[in-house]
């Protein structure tokens, strides 16, 4: 099964979520190629983050966020977890960690307590490896809501002040890292 099927399964119908999940997924996975190809040292899995990238937000449609077409019952801060169950069901595990690890620049355990969001405590949604970080970053620049436009790295960094400064400086270095 590729990228693609998965897709299909969970968005089988030709409609506006459909559509607003395609273009996000198609801007993130060619940003993280783009960087792939800039950064040869960096050895990147082009092949994984391609299908990570498409497939990082699979779990939107479970999750309540009107504005962008998704009429399910979940907070959509759980979409990311809901995409790693989603995964996980379908054996993709390494994309799993992908879509659990994507949220802001990952989500601490402090954060998730401190914040009382409604995410497992034992579950670890920080990005780990490259390819992970890879993707996370290339989200940063895109939003569902406004997909036409493209965020500059300042104000990608700033999108991401109200998970506090700890996500905005580990943002920062990774533009470093991948620009």
Request: charged share 30%; hydrophobic share 35%; net charge negative.
């Amino acid at each position: 099964m590729d990228y693609q099927s998965i897709i299909d399964k969970y968005y089988p119908s030709e409609n506006e979520l459909r559509r607003i999940l395609l273009i996000h997924s198609r801007q993130v996975a060619d940003r993280c190629l783009k960087i792939a190809k800039a950064h040869p040292e960096l050895r990147l899995d082009e092949e994984f983050l391609e299908e990570a990238a498409m497939l990082h937000d699979i779990g939107i449609f479970r999750c309540d966020a009107p504005s962008i077409q998704c009429f399910g019952k979940e907070p959509y801060i759980r979409h990311g977890f809901i995409g790693g169950q989603i995964l996980r069901e379908e054996g993709w595990k390494r994309h799993a960690l992908v879509c659990e690890r994507h949220t802001g620049t990952g989500l601490s355990r402090e954060q998730i307590e401190r914040q009382q969001l409604p995410l497992p405590l034992d579950g670890q949604f920080e990005p780990e490896a490259l390819e992970e970080q890879v993707v996370c970053y290339a989200d940063k620049f895109y939003s569902k809501t406004h997909p036409e436009r493209e965020r500059t790295v300042v104000e990608a960094a700033q999108s991401l002040e109200k998970f506090g400064q700890e996500g905005v400086n580990r943002f920062l270095e990774w533009a470093t890292r991948f620009e």
